[in-house]
């Protein structure tokens, strides 16, 4: 393969992981979002951004899953839907600088910091290099892929999804529990939009995203943590590496999955979805102690969060409504404020959904 | 003891870093002062301990998900955050060279108690960009037909990787026969797969399966000792690739 072909399918992964969520993400940037302000901003817009994307594409893949729709149509359709968004959510977050005179993407603003504070964010920046690179390095030899990259590379190469057999090729049909969580589907839109071999994306491009992504969200998490004492966050965060790092005391935790199976739905379920649910508990916790209201992106973003649950496994819809349920009403005992529990069920929406069609088409 | 018990032992490994985080829970319990804080890392969790262990609620979700993956519950635990912010929040009230001092401990601390996942045995180093085997790369290049399936049988430490890079190789079997599960009905292969993996190679038996099971090549490990010959069963030497033979069925068409 030439060089420029190289270049181009690089460019294009990157403009799928990175561009389209980050405008997409424009949609949060609210006059009540703090979130959004200041040196979150980039970081709050690709996160929350991938997550309205996954969203969609839950619901467009199950869709054609369900109507025996061919990948490459998921595929077109979702690209055309996600550059939409982008758009629109560019769009949004332009007409919010204007109004609020905001200037540019505020990136990391550093100059506050200590010396000994930026030590920390180096070291940080360092251990989470040393991820990337290792990602890329390594291999970790899961039995799990035999089924989720093969998926991937049948519905590129076959422009099926669900209908082969992935262990052996053989013809079969939609297996439901898999079907409602197409995320091994999203690793092949990928792979067919950017023509990175499926295999390539699923164990070299995909970590890449995803561990940058769930350090991201337990930074979102220390500025939730340590509001107003944000020196302490790159501590925190170099404390998560090393526990991540080291978190491999056995086969289950979501340490292992994160770093040696990030591929698979279940670790993004694990290391993303969850953490970013802490993190929006921390946020939605935060405004009922400051009696403040959480706005519609709030509401719209954990919606999605619960959604993208759904995409990565049938098992995040459980867990998922489980820990916003318990979240949910610890949080309303302690503030005596019960009428939150009427929203966060209405975010549960996409998950019970997720839950009766398993049930009832299982 | 219950089925929960022995899932959250499995999940704890040594224990020790669980033993840390429920430390972790009682000092947030006495020192922390922040409601939300209090809240999510240490009612939450106690919670859905709670949840993880009561006997009703978990044969109902195991119901529902299946028995094998209900410690997941265990991922709405926030080990590593909570272990974490607790680091944080007792290196802040230290002063001085104590504060140094409790860092680098906490460091080697989780380094002694936790298991360094890159030491993992099922890591290895990538032999290529697609981090499957070269070996199998090379073999599907030379096996595959443009714009057709075809059907091959590898030996077993080899079925987990061949359709995660080609889907256009079919295969008898596949990780199913590791699993020992009866995935899809593919048992009808287990006499063949009996038949790649014996020490010594019967030919005239792995041809005749082979052909049964409409594989057009098979591929063995060079060293593989086999009694007879392959080719009286119409299957020649097609290539030899990184230490594996590779056999054409001469009256396949492909």
Not at chain 2, 167 to 172: F, I, K, Y
Request: hydrophobic share 50%; with cysteine.
């Amino acid at each position: 393969m030439g060089d420029m072909a190289m270049v181009t399918q690089l460019g294009k992964l990157i403009l799928l992981m990175l561009v389209l969520p980050i405008l997409t993400g424009g949609f949060f940037c609210t006059r009540k979002n703090e979130m959004t302000r200041g040196n979150d901003r980039l970081i709050y817009m690709w996160v929350s951004g991938q997550f309205v994307l996954w969203t969609a594409f839950w619901i467009i893949c199950v869709y054609g899953i369900f109507q025996e729709w061919f990948f490459l149509d998921v595929a077109y359709t979702f690209e055309m839907v996600s550059v939409t968004l982008a758009i629109m959510g560019g769009i949004c977050d332009l007409c919010g600088q204007v109004r609020d005179k905001r200037k540019g993407l505020h990136l990391f603003q550093f100059s506050k910091e200590k010396k000994s504070h930026w030590i920390f964010w180096i070291l940080f920046a360092g251990i989470l290099l040393f991820q990337l690179i290792q990602a890329v390095r390594m291999t970790y030899a899961d039995g799990d892929d035999a089924y989720y990259v093969a998926v991937s590379t049948i519905a590129v190469n076959s422009d099926t999804m669900y209908h082969k057999l992935p262990y052996t090729g053989g013809t079969t049909s939609v297996d439901i529990r898999h079907g409602l969580a197409p995320f091994p589907i999203w690793i092949a839109y990928l792979s067919a939009i950017s023509g990175i071999r499926a295999v390539s994306v699923a164990h070299v491009a995909a970590p890449l995203m995803l561990i940058p992504m769930t350090y991201m969200i337990f930074y979102l998490l220390g500025k939730k943590l340590f509001a107003g004492k944000e020196q302490r966050i790159p501590l925190f965060l170099i404390f998560t590496e090393l526990l991540v790092l080291f978190g491999d005391y056995s086969f289950y935790t979501v340490e292992n999955f994160m770093i040696a199976r990030n591929r698979q739905g279940k670790a993004a379920l694990g290391s993303i979805v969850i953490p970013m649910l802490f993190m929006l508990m921390s946020v939605l916790m935060s405004k009922l102690e400051e009696r403040k209201k959480c706005g519609l992106a709030f509401w719209g973003l954990l919606t999605c969060v619960m959604a993208s649950g759904c995409l990565c496994s049938v098992m995040g819809a459980v867990l998922c409504c489980m820990l916003v349920g318990v979240a949910g009403v610890c949080a309303a005992v302690a503030y005596r404020r019960w009428l939150v529990l009427i929203p966060l069920v209405l975010c549960c929406v996409p998950c019970g959904i997720c839950a009766a069609l398993y049930m009832f088409k299982a | 003891m219950s089925r929960s018990v022995m899932m959250f032992q499995d999940y704890m490994g040594t224990g020790l870093i669980m033993a840390w985080f429920l430390l972790s829970l009682v000092y947030l319990f006495l020192r922390e002062n922040k409601k939300q804080t209090r809240i999510l890392f240490i009612y939450v969790p106690v919670v859905i301990l709670l949840l993880f262990f009561n006997p009703v609620f978990a044969q109902k979700l195991s119901e529902y998900l299946g028995d094998e993956i209900y410690y997941r519950i265990l991922w709405l635990v926030p080990v590593t955050p909570v272990l974490a912010y607790t680091i944080v929040h007792i290196c802040v009230s230290l002063k001085g060279k104590f504060r140094m001092f409790f860092v680098l401990g906490a460091v080697c601390v989780i380094g002694l108690s936790g298991s360094y996942i890159y030491a993992d045995r099922f890591f290895g180093k990538a032999e290529n960009l697609y981090h499957i085997p070269e070996s199998v790369v090379e073999i599907c290049n030379a096996i595959e037909s443009p714009g057709r399936e075809i059907q091959a049988v590898f030996p077993l430490n080899m079925v987990q990787y061949v359709r995660q890079y080609s889907s256009s190789v079919r295969m008898p079997y596949g990780r199913e026969m590791l699993m020992n599960a009866d995935w899809n009905g593919w048992r009808d292969a287990e006499e063949l797969c009996e038949a790649m993996e014996a020490d010594v190679i019967d030919a005239s038996e792995l041809g005749q399966l082979a052909r049964m099971t409409y594989c057009t090549y098979i591929i063995l490990p060079q060293n593989k000792k086999i009694v007879g010959n392959l080719s009286s069963e119409n299957y020649v030497k097609y290539a030899e690739i990184q230490g594996y033979c590779i056999y054409k069925d001469t009256l396949s068409n492909h």
